[in-house]
DNA sequence: AATGAATGAGCGTTCATTCAT
DNA sequence: TATGAATGAACGCTCATTCAT
């Protein structure tokens, strides 16, 4: 397959939270993090089917031998690897809105910019794709993936209920819903890289005046379940 | 990796379109239709690092021999199908506004509705993703999907236009891009088997409500360029 | 673990026969013997152990994908190999009674005779022991092992029958078993390389007096069923 | 491979006997006395092959690196292993013949029955097939076994010696050996879950008038050396 | 057009072993 | 005495590919 350039080559790629291993020594949750980290790397830099054992215990110097110790079969190095990525996100999230903007609207249009910011980085703009085409597959990562995004949401839909204290709960949820959604969207589009990237400043207006239409405007059918 | 219970089993996976070979038999051509077929299957069922040579020769019973004799290497046959199947997406496009509605809203209501029933098929689901994630790293999938999205935007901003002539073409591009990202999106919560596909009707009045306000009432900033 | 010296190292083993794949080229059959006779050669030579798939191909001089390519997994060729040697044995058996003796005593002790002089050969010494070892943890070769020895018995029944009419069934069963076990034990104590090798000549004297005394002379108890 | 059921799963396996460690405490004898268990019950459930470092240490919920404390190496451990069970079979056939019944006739009839009783246990019926196998391969294995029969042989020589006092010592050798390995044989056709488990009675009653006829009937060739 | 045969590289995993803690 | 960490080699197996038939 024909390689797209990398134009950040050496990405640092952090955010990694993953618990200490029981009784372990803290070399060993340093190698296992430096494993985890090259691990991640391959994944943003070329894809899942390049995230092979070998390549990765490659990366970061390694033997294949210590990686297997480390992590004794395939399966759970990508589960703590999706685990420690997702989580590091989740923290990220809830590090976000403990500084409280006055009105909703204003922390609803700060919200939808820190995500669209958060999109366009390389390692997000890679590695969502590959979560979204995991999880079809596999019931771990959907069920992770998805227990990330129902967090994210929690902070929309406490706006939403602020400002439309009017609709019921499943119309709320879905407005939180689709607002989630369709910033998402917007990474194949103008992520990291992707066409539009350079127009990420007017589309975040277009979303911002969108979002806040239909959560001033929107009115639930009647048969709206 | 825990699999996914595949709830329409035995799904068609139909809808591949491609050129037939110069100098080729009729009977080369449906012979590689079937290869084709069966790694749409593949990809479909069990994602991208499932699809080798092997597993695709084995689905459509036939010999490695065989499938390497129609497809002389991986890279042939993986952009052969995904061509072939963007192909069919593109005319399936192609053939949706041929009966012209009344009103642009009306227009722009049933083009939502259709992207959005699509988006819930088991097809759509589980291709998508793949092709983000694959479009991250080869630029032969990044270009033809962007093209299909390219061509999938044109009717969007022909309503846009016909609505608000008074924007100039960024804006309006901005507004077809944003539309059409924030429906792709929903693949990922609401489509086949995912956590609210049931709310896809209720989810798709939210966005048409959204779509339709953000076309009427988006300003564009003094800076937009 | 401390190795036994091999006294005829570059012992032939012959004696294989399997079936020719269907569709399969005489090349492909060619192949498919050179990789058991390798096999065979490290199970004598070297035991079960050190049968794995890499020295059996690297014993014929082989690609470790050409052997995977003829024997998909290692159980198949395993179970190729035994199925092989134990047919072999089979047809050796076969053609043993062809030339019918005069009495059934000197029957008797021609058969003893030839099986004494199977079990002093090394690859009946090292192989059946192998045999024995694998019938107790695999049903395949448990099965297939029984099977040979129950075509080995039957000229053995027939003989006591001519000796013993007065018997009933199971006794001569029984009897003909003795006799088979009793020979077979002596793999381990006169087989070849073994301490007794030598005695096998006296032994095999003892052994006759022993079977044809215990024909004549054995009298069913009164339970016995 | 397929694995033959066990019909007496949870199996003690005890009567492992060898020294304990020079200048060692008893709670590393324990260990080792454990680890030693652990192996033999893999060895008899699971065959040799199975029998690697790593399932020994999990079969014992010990980690591997106390494993390799206790016996630096495989062979170390096997070597123990192994004489540590031929060690207790020895002293298990010292403890036989304290009690002295009257006729050598009888006394040839008990020792029968002991073996062909002993024969039927899981251990044995296990255990002898893999060190008839091993000692193919392995001298250290081939000396302790063959001593051990030689010890088993003794109390068979003396009984022989009782009833024929006219027979050369060579000759009651022959007889001696060709009893204990008839004996033997019958361990791969009517030991434990074999085919003739259930006719171990009337084998018996084969054998012991065999084993009578031959010892009261044999008359020594005249080249008998 | 299709199958059989073979290669060479890589896959995830297990192995026995060594050494620091 | 016991565990954690790491190595290097080998395991069975799958891969994409090439070529003869």
Redesign the pocket.
């Known amino acids: 397959m024909t390689e797209i350039a990398h134009r950040y080559q050496g990405t640092a790629v952090p955010d990694l939270t993953f618990p200490p291993?029981?009784?372990?020594?803290p070399?060993?949750?340093e190698?296992r993090e430096e494993i985890l980290r090259a691990a991640l790397r391959i994944l943003i830099e070329e894809g899942y089917r390049?995230?092979?054992?070998?390549?990765i215990a490659a990366q970061c110097g390694?033997?294949?031998?210590?990686?297997?110790?480390?992590f004794?079969?395939?399966?759970?190095?990508v589960q703590a690897l999706l685990d420690a990525v997702i989580t590091s996100y989740e923290i990220e999230f809830a590090n976000i809105f403990h500084d409280p903007s006055t009105t909703p609207e204003q922390r609803l249009e700060l919200y939808c910019e820190l995500v669209l910011e958060d999109i366009r980085s390389k390692k997000t703009t890679r590695l969502f794709p590959e979560l979204w085409a995991l999880s079809n597959h596999d019931t771990f990562v959907f069920e992770r993936v998805h227990d990330l995004y129902r967090r994210a949401r929690a902070p929309l839909e406490d706006v939403i209920a602020e400002m439309r204290p009017d609709l019921a709960e499943p119309a709320r949820h879905d407005i939180a819903l689709f607002i989630s959604a369709s910033m998402e969207g917007l990474t194949v589009f103008a992520g990291y890289a992707k066409p539009f990237e350079s127009r990420m400043q007017s589309l975040e207006a277009v979303a911002a005046r969108a979002f806040l239409d239909v959560v001033r405007n929107f009115v639930a059918p009647a048969d709206s379940a």
Chains 1, 2, 3, 4 share one sequence.
């Open positions: 291993r029981e009784g372990g020594y070399k060993g949750h190698t390049a995230m092979s054992m070998r390549r390694m033997k294949l031998g210590n990686l297997t110790y480390h004794p079969n395939r399966e759970d190095l």
